[in-house]
């Protein structure tokens, strides 16, 4: 069974066969893959709301905030 090059999980000959190019086996993401984005140039990216990034611009937006007093 082919796997998913972004998160390991296993797809099927099915799925590889409809959403990767001809002559890739492998596929970039999958449904499994967490915060991901597919366009339909073959590339997978970040999704823009990526919780890690959230997470830290809040807490840098928190912080200046309580340094201001």
Known sequence: MPTCQGCGSTVTDQYVQVFTPDGVDQPRVCPFCEDRVR???????????????????????????????
């Open 39 to 69: 366009d339909g140039a073959g590339f997978a990216r970040r999704g823009r709301l990526d919780t890690t990034t959230v997470r830290s611009r809040l807490g840098t937006i928190l912080k200046r905030a309580t340094d201001d007093g």
